[in-house]
């Protein structure tokens, strides 16, 4: 018992990153600033929010990936503005999302798969790991895609093109800094830009654009138009984004202190994104309409033509420029998310402060990864032509299943305290996966009954929203007792809401998450494990009916 007792003695008290790298200063590409320093006056928190600023904002910007791209450019091309309001409806979503990301990194100081591991055991981190990597590596091939169709326009063969892309990839990430990593990317972001001279070009009108923002399907609610909007959703909240944004807050030194500079920063990355993806659709929407392309779309390099013949060589260049800035900035951050989950698995280092040498695991895997990938994407054009379609779709029906973990670690009381979610969060957020889950159940009842008519699928949604709002309703009435303000009811009924206030900010400031290994893992009640094998049994059956729907659709 002696001896027991003086291991435990020896085991951390608090949480500390796995990696001894992610614990110092913040250093961002616009400076450095102590964990502990002293922020007053509005140029310093101006500054420090700079110095922060990465995180949130990178991983937005790679969500307008080469997938990205071409799935903004097919709605607008196929649909004109009519699926804007997809857009609109994914702000919220983003935030939520991404917000809770970045709260379980700068509180718990260590990475996504890391905490599905420890939390819930080998068998679901398995799981969430092995989907990830499936899907990055599909991802990084439509990133070398679109990188061979963007140079081929400019009369770069693809041969030269995708090595040549492979290898700058691997340079970007490989250099030992941080710091220059970041630099690097925000140079890549600002190549966005020129969507403002592209935009103009199309002229696009205010009406039409503002009337995309209604709810509505073109040409009714078939299979074909939902798969698009379901891409839609996984190219704009991508699971890898889960991952990437709260290893990289990590990585990044950034701790629960400057929680409200970091949600500035995802902010400020929300803002760019659907900007640039509104730009995207319009540029097509209006670009080709009227044209023999419209309602044609088949690759994005066809869209840089089609530009071109209609508006001159400028536009169709801007656009292979955008494609190309987008996809070495998804590659970027994807072959990162990939690789810190990795490292975060297998307990490895796992940071771009470290030089090769020091950490030949997690350079290794982004190595291998980039080169899997460009070897596939040298694959026949038609073979490619259907990973790109699907994959953006096979991310939007396994966002739920990303989503359902995120949101039950953020209601872990053990590793957040007082930083777990609000009633109000929760709601949104279940809200999010029940929406996500009835639109892969209306796009597979499309797949495997192509003669449903369009009123029997919104009966059957209505039917479907309907049960969500009694089952939520259910859950919240039970659950309302573990949403209470601190201090209890007696405790709340006496004081005033300022010094509520006060200790919700004196409980926030002074939380430190346990070590992860001293904490006993959430029971797994039956109900929490058949919802779960449940969830997962359909998504495999979903993610079977997508292959076979844009097997499909490549076919006709």
């Given amino acids: 018992m002696t001896a027991i007792s003086s291991e435990s003695r020896l085991l951390p008290t608090f949480s500390e990153p796995l990696d001894a790298a992610h614990t110092g200063d913040i250093v961002g590409a616009f400076g450095r600033i102590g964990r502990d320093a002293a922020v007053a006056g509005r140029w310093r928190r101006l500054r420090t929010l700079m110095v922060i600023s990465g995180p949130g904002l990178i991983a937005m910007v790679g969500d307008n990936d080469a997938g990205g791209v071409a799935?903004?450019?097919?709605?607008?091309?196929?649909?004109?503005?009519?699926?804007?309001?997809?857009?609109?409806?994914?702000?919220?979503v983003l935030y939520v999302n991404q917000e809770m990301v970045l709260r379980l990194g700068a509180v718990t100081r260590v990475g996504h798969a890391r905490l599905v591991f420890?939390?819930?055991?080998?068998?679901?981190?398995?799981?969430?790991?092995?989907?990830?990597?499936?899907?990055?590596?599909?991802?990084?091939?439509?990133?070398?895609?679109?990188?061979?169709?963007?140079?081929?326009?400019?009369?770069?063969?693809?041969?030269?093109?995708?090595?040549?892309?492979?290898?700058?990839?691997?340079?970007?990430?490989?250099?030992?800094?941080?710091?220059?990593?970041?630099?690097?990317?925000?140079?890549?972001?600002?190549?966005?830009?020129?969507?403002i001279p592209m935009i103009l070009f199309v002229h696009p009108t205010w009406k039409e654009t503002v009337h995309g923002l209604a709810p509505q399907f073109p040409g009714g609610l078939n299979s074909t138009v939902l798969l698009l909007v379901?891409?839609?959703?996984g190219t704009t909240v991508a699971p890898w984004q889960l991952f990437f944004q709260q290893s990289n807050v990590v990585d990044k030194r950034i701790t629960a202190r400057w929680i409200a500079y970091a949600r500035a920063d995802l902010v400020l990355g929300i803002v760019v994104v659907m900007a640039g993806a509104t730009a995207l659709m319009a540029v097509t929407?209006?670009?080709?309409?009227?044209?023999?392309?419209a309602g044609a779309f088949t690759d994005a390099g066809a869209v840089a033509s089609g530009l071109a013949h209609r508006f001159g060589s400028t536009v169709g260049v801007l656009f292979a420029i955008i494609l190309l800035d987008a996809s070495l900035i998804g590659a970027n951050a994807i072959g990162l998310a990939t690789t810190y989950a990795v490292g975060d698995?297998?307990?490895?280092?796992?940071?771009?402060?470290?030089?090769?040498?020091?950490?030949?695991?997690?350079?290794?895997?982004?190595?291998?990864?980039?080169?899997?990938?460009?070897?596939?994407?040298?694959?026949?054009?038609?073979?490619?032509?259907?990973?790109?379609?699907?994959?953006?779709?096979?991310?939007?029906?396994?966002l739920p299943s990303a989503t359902v973990f995120l949101v039950l670690l953020c209601n872990d009381r053990d590793v957040l305290g007082p930083w777990v979610n609000t009633l109000r969060q929760n709601i949104f957020a279940w809200t999010t996966v029940w929406c996500l889950v009835l639109l892969s159940l209306a796009l597979t009842a499309a797949t495997f009954f192509p003669n449903l008519s369009t009123a029997t699928i919104e009966i059957g949604l209505t039917a479907g929203a309907a049960a969500g709002v009694v089952g939520g309703a259910v859950v919240v009435l039970a659950g309302r007792r573990y949403d209470r303000s601190i201090g209890g009811d007696e405790l709340t009924v006496t004081l005033s809401r300022a010094e509520r206030r006060a200790i919700r900010r004196r409980e926030l400031a002074e939380w430190r998450t346990p070590a992860l290994a001293t904490l006993a893992r959430p029971v797994m009640s039956p109900a929490r494990r058949a919802g779960l094998l449940t969830l997962r049994g359909y998504l495999v059956l979903a993610v079977l009916l997508v292959v076979v729907k844009v097997i499909q659709t490549g076919v006709a």
């Avoid at 799935?71 to 919220?92: C, D, E, S």
């Avoid at 929407?285 to 392309?293: E, R, T």
């Avoid at 030949?360 to 026949?380: M, T």
């Fill in 71 to 92: 799935t903004y450019a097919q709605a607008g091309q196929n649909y004109g503005m009519a699926l804007l309001w997809t857009l609109a409806l994914m702000i919220p």
């Fill in 118 to 195: 420890e939390r819930f055991g080998k068998f679901w981190g398995a799981f969430s790991v092995i989907d990830l990597l499936i899907l990055n590596a599909l991802t990084i091939v439509t990133e070398f895609i679109g990188v061979a169709l963007a140079l081929g326009f400019l009369g770069c063969p693809k041969i030269v093109a995708i090595p040549v892309a492979a290898v700058l990839l691997f340079a970007v990430v490989a250099g030992g800094s941080f710091r220059r990593w970041e630099a690097l990317m925000f140079v890549l972001i600002a190549v966005n830009v020129v969507m």
């Fill in 230 to 233: 379901v891409a839609i959703v």
């Fill in 285 to 293: 929407a209006f670009g080709l309409a009227g044209h023999a392309d």
């Fill in 345 to 398: 698995a297998m307990g490895r280092r796992h940071s771009l402060h470290w030089k090769i040498g020091e950490a030949p695991l997690f350079y290794g895997a982004y190595a291998l990864l980039l080169a899997v990938s460009a070897a596939i994407a040298f694959r026949p054009d038609h073979v490619l032509g259907l990973v790109t379609q699907g994959v953006q779709a096979l991310a939007g029906v396994l």
